[in-house]
Nanobody, 119 residues
Framework: QVQLVESGGGSVQAGGSLRLSCAAS????????MGWFRQAPGKEREWVAT????????DYADSVKGRFTISQDNAKNTMWLQMNSLKPEDTAMYYC????????????WGQGTQVTVSS
């Protein structure tokens, strides 16, 4: 069974940085995509970034482009989200997600890690 576990959330002042980690386990074949989503109180879940294992392609939401960087280590089954120049509007629960190995549908989700940015 695939499991995703996030870590690295916390509280930071505006302009600061945080690095989120996502440890994946239980895969029998490499997922086609992995990504980060976030959900702020009272708002819908929002896609943040996607990485395609084995590819150099990275996709980012406009709201985080130039500030956030998604990366991974296939050997360690770990994905990261480096978040710089954080803004109060980045405050949310951040979720790690992964696709299956046969499609590009986000099927597996972590429990989330809270990021709070104060002004």
């Amino acid at each position: 069974q695939v499991q995703l576990v996030e870590s690295g959330g916390g509280s930071v002042q505006a302009g600061g940085s945080l690095r989120l980690s996502c440890a994946a386990s239980g895969y029998t074949a490499r997922p086609n995509c992995m990504g980060w989503f976030r959900q702020a109180p009272g708002k819908e879940r929002e896609w943040v970034a996607t990485i395609y294992p084995g590819s150099i392609v990275r996709d980012y939401a406009d709201s985080v482009k130039g500030r956030f960087t998604i990366s991974q280590d296939n050997a360690k089954n770990t994905m990261w989200l480096q978040m710089n120049s954080l803004k109060p509007e980045d405050t949310a629960m951040y979720y790690c997600a992964a696709c299956g190995s046969r499609d590009y549908v986000y099927t597996y989700w972590g429990q989330g890690t809270q990021v709070t940015v104060s002004s």
